[in-house]
């Protein structure tokens, strides 16, 4: 789905990954791990999209809610689990988006 | 593939699609678009993927490099098939890159 965020200015965060040819366990936590983002305080939305690589666009209201996402306990085991068993590569930024337009929604 | 840009600040613009079941002609374009950025002034990069929604993420320097780009004859014309023919929805955001990191890539 495309999310449907508030009106610029707010935050994005790019999550591009090429996953190991092994990667066992990884969507099922992927998933787990959407579903804990979107609980999160200033959690807007979130994209998702994988084929030769996966793209990940969650959106947030501030740089804090992206912080404290980035260091929620859970999280972080899962990040660890990405780096060490999961991701052959991947590429993380951050961004501030500050226009956006859409066909009508 | 990750693409491997410059040290921020820098600008991406984040483009989410679905399409419509009938999207004869779409794949070939798109490819077609790709290519025809990757030679415009100010391009750092892309990345697509595409699963129940489509996410492309294309980089570039600075804002005028994206203006150039949106407002490319062929493009436009591109752009133009893509809103009759093709998207069911879609929404562009344009946002700064303020931070990135990323594995040993």
Redesign the interface.
Known sequence: ???NTIS?PYY?V?F???LNSEHEGYQNLAVEMEELAKGQPGFLGI?????????S?SYWDSLEAIKNWKNNTLHLEAQEKG?TLW?K?????????????????
């Open positions: 789905m495309i999310a610029p994005a790019i591009t990954s090429i994209e998702s999209a994988r084929s030769e690589v996966g793209i666009v780096k991701y590569s991947y590429k993380v930024r951050i961004a501030k988006v500050e226009k956006d337009y859409s066909s009508s929604l």
